[in-house]
């Protein structure tokens, strides 16, 4: 079965991500993949270097990026419910979606910069064309909504992303890194997609290439939050399962959700090579 990866970080996931821009389409090569999206946090600053990589790998770019949401109006530069940001994943799906993003992202840090660069509802709403839209991870809205017990505000959630993308725009993401909360996001996130008819798709959060390359992540992530190793996982990682899988991996994960995996492919072919 096909499997493409869209939510993944690269180097530019400043002190996040370890996955070198230029070895990224190389590993999807070598899995047997034919595209592959970057997803840098609430940044573009890799999307041309990388573009350029896929092409000359024979990979299909996918450009996108992991924005951060302000709980409220982005410049109101504070929290609410002791929460600044959430997190939402944007991928390209035409010239007009590239030109969007570009705006949005941008606006993030000009208007919107409080701990991370956000923007807002509004500002997502004027700009949305051309977009696809991904439900990201436990730092997303929806899946903090059911960690938190409120199933009433993931499902108000998602059909304002509805509203805002369109109906056939708008997904609902399934992860599984061996942590409990997303084994409880999961089961409700499927229950969600019946009852609203937001489609399924599955992502691994990609943040290094090989599972051995979760120590070098860790180093980074130690220096990002000023912990040390041993106190890092507890924080942020607690697996080493955050790295480029092999499509029968991934169907090893969510094969009792076929529609999951076949529509990571399906958004890749929607998706603007430029």
């Given at each position: 079965m096909d499997f493409v990866h869209l939510h993944l970080h690269s180097e530019y996931s400043?002190?996040?991500?370890?996955?070198r821009v230029k070895d990224i389409p190389k590993k999807a090569k070598e899995l047997g993949q034919s595209a592959v999206a970057i997803?840098?946090?609430g940044n573009m600053f890799g999307a041309v270097e990388f573009y350029k990589a896929c092409l000359d790998e024979g990979i299909k770019p996918i450009i996108g990026c992991e924005v951060y949401v302000a709980p409220a109006d982005r410049f109101e530069k504070s929290k609410v419910n002791g929460s600044a940001y959430s997190h939402l994943v944007l991928l390209v799906k035409n010239e007009v979606g590239y030109k969007n993003?570009?705006?949005?992202?941008?606006?993030?840090?000009?208007?919107?910069?409080?701990?991370?660069?956000?923007?807002?509802?509004?500002?997502?709403r004027a700009h949305s064309e051309g977009l696809i839209a991904l439900s990201a991870c436990l730092a997303g809205y929806i899946p903090h909504s059911i960690v938190a017990g409120n199933i009433k505000g993931a499902e108000e959630y998602i059909r304002l992303m509805q509203d805002i993308f369109g109906r056939e725009n708008f997904y609902l993401e399934l992860q599984n890194h061996g942590i409990a909360d997303q084994t409880t996001v999961n089961k409700a996130l499927v229950e969600l997609s019946k009852k609203t008819g937001a489609p399924l798709v599955c992502t691994n959060d990609v943040h290094y290439l090989d599972k051995s390359d979760s120590y070098i992540q860790s180093i980074l992530m130690s220096i990002q939050t000023n912990t040390t190793i041993s106190e890092t996982p507890k924080i942020s990682f607690p697996t080493n399962e955050f790295y480029m899988k092999s499509a029968d991996e991934m169907e090893g994960l969510f094969g009792e959700y076929e529609n999951a995996i076949s529509n990571t492919v399906k958004i890749a072919q929607q998706s603007w090579q430029g």
């Amino acid at each position: 079965m096909d499997f493409v990866h869209l939510h993944l970080h690269s180097e530019y996931s400043l002190l996040d991500g370890a996955c070198r821009v230029k070895d990224i389409p190389k590993k999807a090569k070598e899995l047997g993949q034919s595209a592959v999206a970057i997803t840098d946090h609430g940044n573009m600053f890799g999307a041309v270097e990388f573009y350029k990589a896929c092409l000359d790998e024979g990979i299909k770019p996918i450009i996108g990026c992991e924005v951060y949401v302000a709980p409220a109006d982005r410049f109101e530069k504070s929290k609410v419910n002791g929460s600044a940001y959430s997190h939402l994943v944007l991928l390209v799906k035409n010239e007009v979606g590239y030109k969007n993003l570009s705006y949005l992202v941008s606006s993030g840090y000009t208007e919107g910069f409080y701990i991370k660069p956000r923007i807002d509802i509004d500002i997502l709403r004027a700009h949305s064309e051309g977009l696809i839209a991904l439900s990201a991870c436990l730092a997303g809205y929806i899946p903090h909504s059911i960690v938190a017990g409120n199933i009433k505000g993931a499902e108000e959630y998602i059909r304002l992303m509805q509203d805002i993308f369109g109906r056939e725009n708008f997904y609902l993401e399934l992860q599984n890194h061996g942590i409990a909360d997303q084994t409880t996001v999961n089961k409700a996130l499927v229950e969600l997609s019946k009852k609203t008819g937001a489609p399924l798709v599955c992502t691994n959060d990609v943040h290094y290439l090989d599972k051995s390359d979760s120590y070098i992540q860790s180093i980074l992530m130690s220096i990002q939050t000023n912990t040390t190793i041993s106190e890092t996982p507890k924080i942020s990682f607690p697996t080493n399962e955050f790295y480029m899988k092999s499509a029968d991996e991934m169907e090893g994960l969510f094969g009792e959700y076929e529609n999951a995996i076949s529509n990571t492919v399906k958004i890749a072919q929607q998706s603007w090579q430029g």
